[in-house]
C-alpha cells in the first residue's frame, strides 16, 4: 500500500474534508450497503468543523489526498446509558466512533483497517477501555467490518438522531484490552 498518514485534521483542511465526504456520499447513491448519508445532514458542516475544532476528526492520508476519515470522542446518545454493556465503563473512558469512511477510490485496500487500528492503539494509550458505535442496520458492510475487527454486537436500539429521527440502530462495542482484529 502506498504510503498512508493517519493524524487530525486541522481547520485549514475543513473545506478538503467536507468535499471528502460530499464526494463519499455522491458515489454511494447507488451502493447496495451504505449508511444512507445526506449532504449537510450528516455529517453536517457544523459537526464537522466542531470535531475538527476539538481535534476529533481523524484524516488517512494518501498521497496528499483525504482517503479515509472519522470522528473519535466521548459524545454519544442519551440512550447508550440504558444499554447494558458488556464493557463496565465510566463516560470518560469510553469512545466513541463516528462517520467513519473510506474514499471509493481506495476501498479494499485496507483503509479502514488502518484507521480502526489507529484508534485502538490511540484507546490503548491512554486508558480508554470500550470502543462503541451505532450503525444503522442497512449498512452491512460497517456490520461486516466491525465483526471482522472483533467488535461485538450488543444489540438493536432505537435512538434519536437530527438527521434520521427516532431510528433503530445496531450497537457495538470492543474491549480494548480484547482488540487485536483477526486476521
Known amino acids: ?52 475544532s476539538k481535534k476529533n476528526l481523524y484524516i488517512a492520508i494518501i498521497n496528499s489526498s483525504i482517503a ?13 446509558s440504558e444499554v447494558k454493556w458488556n464493557v463496565p465503563a465510566d463516560h470518560n473512558e469510553i469512545m466513541i466512533i463516528h462517520a467513519l469512511a473510506v474514499s471509493q477510490n481506495v476501498q479494499g485496500k ?3 483497517k488502518k ?3 489507529y484508534s485502538i492503539d490511540f484507546c490503548e494509550n491512554n486508558g480508554i477501555k470500550a470502543i462503541r458505535l451505532d450503525v444503522l442496520p442497512s449498512n452491512k458492510s460497517a456490520c461486516k467490518f466491525y465483526e471482522k475487527m472483533n467488535f461485538v454486537y450488543i444489540g438493536k436500539v432505537q435512538l434519536f438522531y437530527e438527521d434520521t429521527g427516532l ?5 457495538y ?7 487485536k482484529p483477526l486476521t
Open 1 to 52: 500500500m502506498e504510503d498512508l498518514t493517519i493524524r487530525t485534521a486541522s481547520l485549514d483542511e475543513f473545506e478538503d474534508v467536507i468535499n471528502f465526504y460530499y464526494d463519499l456520499i455522491d458515489s454511494m447513491q447507488d451502493a447496495g450497503s451504505r449508511p444512507d448519508w445526506k449532504k449537510d445532514v450528516y455529517p453536517t458542516r457544523q459537526f464537522i468543523y466542531d470535531s475538527i
Open 68 to 80: 479515509g476519515s472519522m470522528v473519535m470522542n466521548h459524545v454519544c446518545s442519551d440512550a447508550y
Open 115 to 117: 484507521i480502526m487500528e
Open 167 to 171: 431510528t433503530d440502530f445496531l450497537l
Open 110 to 112: 485496507g483503509i479502514a
Open 173 to 179: 462495542e470492543l474491549e480494548i484490552s480484547r482488540s
